[in-house]
């Protein structure tokens, strides 16, 4: 945190991201109780990974619905960014979540195109990976895949048409500043994996130690 941010804090005293509650840091108690329910924690391999054809790593802290899928929608399209401050503050909470954050060196949230960030703002995953990688003292790093192809949204699509529609839409730049390292891909929602395994295919040009995908939500 640097001299403004923390002026800023001081300020500002935090409130609740979900209630506005005053005092409890980005997530109140209550709130906190209320996300817990959607929790899940999942662990797994993702076995049809394209990295060396090796198992990969994954965790997915929340189940996609009611309350969380209503979250990240109003994260997402409503200008509500400070909400990455109240995910962050779950997620670092949790130890299985902070240690497998920090078994990586570098989070690299998956991009979205220069002009959906103009019109959004932000990109909400970028938002939440970088809070991640300050809050584990791991390195955020968001110039080395970038996206090329303003491609349509994931959502409105099937499952043939999410594989297709992401083919060539992400490229590896200076690959050098990944080699030897291990990488955490962060996307926000996971749904047939297909943006992940795109942006894993391309950050696999880099010679790797190890690949993990890290998500919000698993839909
Ligand atoms: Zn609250």
């Known amino acids: 945190m640097n001299l403004l941010e923390k002026a800023l804090e001081y300020i500002f005293l ?82 299985k979540a902070f240690d497998f ?16 960030k103009a019109k959004r703002g932000y990109n909400q995953s970028e938002l939440i990976a970088k809070e991640l990688a300050k809050a584990t003292g791991i390195e955020m790093n968001k ?6 192809k303003n491609n349509k949204v994931q959502s409105s699509l099937n499952k043939e048409e999410r594989k297709n529609n992401v083919k060539n839409v992400y490229k590896l730049i200076d690959k050098e500043k990944i080699e030897n390292k291990k990488i955490l891909i962060f ?16 950050i696999s040009k880099a010679n790797i130690k190890q690949i993990g995908i890290l998500t919000l939500a698993k839909d």
């Open 14 to 95: 935090p409130n609740c991201g979900i209630c506005n509650k005053l005092g409890e840091g980005y997530l109140c108690k209550k709130c906190g109780k209320e996300l817990y329910k959607y929790a899940i924690f999942l662990e797994g391999t993702n076995k049809n990974g394209t990295y060396k054809d090796e198992e990969i790593e994954k965790l997915h802290i929340f189940k996609y619905k009611e309350l969380v899928r209503k979250l990240i929608i109003t994260y997402k399209f409503n200008n509500k960014s400070y909400l990455y401050k109240t995910f962050c503050e779950f997620i670092v909470k949790n130890k």
């Open 101 to 116: 954050i920090q078994s990586y060196d570098i989070i690299i949230p998956v991009p979205i195109h220069k002009k959906k």
């Open 187 to 202: 996307d926000d929602i996971y749904t047939t994996g297909a943006t992940i395994e795109a942006c894993i295919k391309e």
């Open 143 to 148: 110039n080395t895949l970038i996206k090329v």
